[in-house]
């Protein structure tokens, strides 16, 4: 304290630590809750990966050992092994990357459409896209089938790639506008003025500032195909995609080739994922961690 | 390099009634730095966007160079540009946005390289070749934008409000270096503004629009001095021109202002009996707190010290101008002071039409 002060400071309040201490509880209270829903996410998938990777007998033992401590393949084995898994596992793979591919393929244009021209009739274009998915699954399937008959398309792979394409169509179309949305169109004009054509812009310039977006509808699309089962049921009989072919063989499994088939459907979706991830959160050098 | 024709350009766009340019006509000579300068929606943009074909007009036409290219795509033009908000590629290094005209038109990559050098030489981008535009500041991105352009060896080179998302300091240091290398190019030059004092400063040639005409085409200096009309005097200068309303006496050898009798200059002979408007700039008019022959008194309503100067509003006959005085000078609102208006720097307009009067 220097010399030249002559006034004495007035007395301090006391700290109040309550605010403080609220805070930090409502923190314990939102992290407790977020570790909550993340074991309600997780433990079913943890189960299941459990329950297909031990032994059949294991199965059976009373108490159920929570920890790994029976890892076999044995269970993934037979249900793999079982008649027209790996088929079917085959034709999964098939019809999502086919759904995905011709569904990009008419999709991003469709989309670029919409986000950069004005054209009669837009708006109501755009609702009547998503009437696609106002119809039940199988009330647009049972005609299909008729359809797919027909036209000797019954009972194949692409039967199903073209219904599926049809269900995330709108969903890429609209998903890919508000991407391409996002694109300024600046920098496009640039592109054409430095010497791009109209495609070459979106080649070059376009197409790659949109990727991440576009890497997220796709895994949509993927994964809706992935899972569909009803119209895949209904549309195949002798090339089902793995949920169908699951489905069908299901009720009169043992428990075993439940969970081994439960384990196959959710790990090439999680995979996939995985895999796309860093399209969706590497954007532009600032990785998002 | 070439020169630009552009002559009755008509363009409306879909949906609006109004002309965006109306029947514009413009001659920029080879190696010229031209300047569209107007507030925003008089229609400067759309005629640079016409240039660079990223618009299609309605009618008129366009030739560079001596050859048509009204309706040619952006791409085959030979054109390149400085956009407002950038547009660099924010997927691509700071490298291959220089040099990305250069690739689409094929060029050897020795000389890319070599291009890409000498433009991040000139610009100080050096050090930040290999960087993501995200990881550069405003101003680099923007020096990014500009290498872009100037590495092309473009016939015209068109640049759309580049300096406006630039911070007030980094816009007055890019701006004389803008001019130095555009003067050191030597490209044809199309300047897009809606600030007059970038007009003022960087062009040639500065072309004041207005509801999509021009107003004025003419060496800045002429268009800062003697506004063609109202609009381009109250657009340009800061501040804006003063416009006091005035009559010439009948023998057409006084100009009245209120109570006042000013000596009328001899363009005014021909206008006797009728009213003006008189145009001058708040720099040409000297003050002073005593009364000497021929001054008009006024009232302060404002001071402004403004540091090089004290920028004063007062208030002549029940008219309101703005006057500069320099900074050593001492007055308070309220006070009266004498105002000198030089009789070379004042100009006259018709009152109704607001246009320059001429002699007759």
């Known amino acids: 304290m220097t010399t030249t002060q002559t006034k004495p400071l007035a007395p301090q309040p006391d700290v109040d630590t309550a605010p403080l201490k609220r805070l930090r509880r409502d923190r314990a209270l939102l992290q407790a809750a977020c570790i909550v829903i993340s074991l309600f996410m997780l433990v079913p998938i943890y189960l299941i990966s459990l329950a297909a990777l031990s032994t059949r007998e294991s199965l059976n033992d009373f108490p159920l050992s929570l920890l790994p401590t029976n890892l076999s393949f044995e269970t993934l084995g037979a249900f793999l092994g079982s008649t027209g898994i790996l088929g079917a596992f085959g034709n999964s793979l098939i019809v999502g990357i086919g759904t995905l591919l011709i569904s990009a393929l008419i999709g991003i244009p469709a989309g670029y459409a919409l986000a950069r021209f004005a054209f009669p009739a837009k708006e109501p274009y755009q609702l009547f896209l998503l009437f696609t998915r106002a119809l039940p699954i199988v009330v647009l399937s049972v005609p299909l089938a008729r359809l797919f008959l027909t036209v000797d398309l019954y009972d194949t792979t692409y039967a199903v790639i073209l219904l599926h394409t049809a269900l995330a169509l709108p969903t890429t179309i609209l998903i890919s506008a508000s991407v391409f949305l996002s694109v300024p169109i600046d920098v496009e004009e640039a592109a054409r003025v430095f010497g791009c054509t109209p495609a070459g812009a979106f080649l070059k310039v376009v197409m790659p500032m949109a990727l991440p977006g576009l890497a997220a509808a796709s895994i949509f699309t993927f994964v809706m195909s992935w899972n569909e089962v009803l119209g895949a049921s209904i549309l195949t009989l002798d090339h089902r995609t793995l949920p169908a072919q699951v489905l069908t063989s299901l009720a009169d499994s043992p428990l075993a080739y439940r969970f081994a088939g439960g384990f196959a459907l959710v790990i090439p979706s999680i995979i996939f994922i995985a895999f796309m991830r860093r399209y969706l959160t590497n954007m532009w050098g600032s990785t998002i961690r | 390099m070439a020169d630009i024709t552009i002559s009755h350009l008509v363009k409306t766009y879909p949906g609006g009634t109004e002309r965006a340019t109306d029947d514009v006509s413009l001659d920029i000579a080879d190696g010229d730095f031209t300047v569209l300068l107007g507030p925003s929606g008089c229609g400067k943009t759309t005629l640079l966007r016409m240039l660079a074909g990223l618009e299609l007009p309605d009618s008129g036409s366009i030739a560079v160079g001596g050859k048509?290219?009204?309706?040619?795509?952006?791409?085959?033009?030979?054109?390149?540009?400085?956009?407002?908000?950038?547009?660099?590629?924010?997927?691509?290094?700071?490298?291959?946005?220089?040099?990305?005209?250069?690739?689409?038109?094929?060029?050897?990559?020795?000389?890319?390289?070599?291009?890409?050098?000498?433009?991040?030489?000139?610009?100080?981008?050096?050090?930040?070749?290999?960087?993501?535009?995200?990881?550069?500041?405003?101003?680099?991105?923007?020096?990014?934008?500009?290498?872009?352009?100037?590495?092309?060896?473009?016939?015209?080179?068109?640049?759309?409000?580049?300096?406006?998302?630039?911070?007030?300091?980094?816009?007055?240091?890019?701006?004389?270096?803008?001019?130095?290398?555009?003067?050191?190019?030597?490209?044809?030059?199309?300047?897009?503004?809606?600030?007059?004092?970038?007009?003022?400063?960087?062009?040639?040639?500065?072309?004041?629009?207005?509801?999509?005409?021009?107003?004025?085409?003419?060496?800045?200096?002429?268009?800062?001095?003697?506004?063609?009309?109202?609009?381009?005097?109250?657009?340009?200068?800061?501040?804006?021109?003063?416009?006091?309303?005035?009559?010439?006496?009948?023998?057409?050898?006084?100009?009245?202002?209120?109570?006042?009798?000013?000596?009328?200059?001899?363009?005014?002979?021909?206008?006797?009996?009728?009213?003006?408007?008189?145009?001058?700039?708040?720099?040409?008019?000297?003050?002073?707190?005593?009364?000497?022959?021929?001054?008009?008194?006024?009232?302060?309503?404002?001071?402004?010290?403004?540091?090089?100067?004290?920028?004063?509003?007062?208030?002549?006959?029940?008219?309101?101008?703005?006057?500069?005085?320099p900074p050593t000078f001492r007055t308070s609102p309220g006070s009266t002071i004498w105002l000198t208006f030089s009789p070379n720097s004042m100009r006259f307009y018709d009152s109704e039409t607001a246009m320059a009067l001429v002699a007759r």
């Open chain 2, 68 to 325: 048509d290219v009204t309706y040619l795509p952006p791409n085959k033009r030979n054109m390149s540009m400085v956009f407002q908000s950038y547009a660099v590629f924010p997927h691509r290094k700071v490298r291959y946005n220089i040099g990305f005209g250069l690739s689409m038109a094929k060029k050897p990559k020795e000389e890319i390289d070599r291009k890409v050098a000498w433009a991040a030489d000139l610009l100080q981008l050096g050090p930040y070749l290999d960087r993501l535009p995200a990881q550069l500041s405003g101003g680099q991105r923007q020096r990014v934008a500009v290498a872009r352009a100037i590495v092309m060896d473009a016939d015209v080179l068109l640049m759309d409000e580049p300096l406006s998302n630039l911070d007030a300091l980094l816009r007055l240091n890019f701006r004389s270096e803008l001019k130095k290398i555009v003067k050191d190019l030597k490209t044809t030059t199309v300047y897009v503004t809606h600030d007059q004092s970038e007009a003022l400063s960087l062009g040639d040639r500065v072309a004041v629009m207005r509801k999509g005409q021009i107003a004025q085409l003419g060496d800045p200096l002429d268009v800062y001095d003697a506004p063609a009309d109202r609009f381009v005097g109250g657009f340009i200068g800061s501040p804006p021109m003063n416009f006091i309303k005035a009559a010439v006496s009948g023998d057409g050898g006084a100009l009245i202002v209120g109570d006042q009798r000013l000596r009328a200059p001899s363009l005014l002979q021909s206008y006797s009996s009728t009213d003006v408007l008189l145009g001058v700039r708040a720099e040409n008019v000297a003050v002073d707190t005593q009364r000497s022959s021929g001054d008009v008194p006024g009232t302060v309503l404002v001071v402004e010290p403004m540091g090089s100067s004290i920028l004063l509003t007062v208030e002549v006959e029940g008219q309101t101008i703005k006057v500069q005085a």
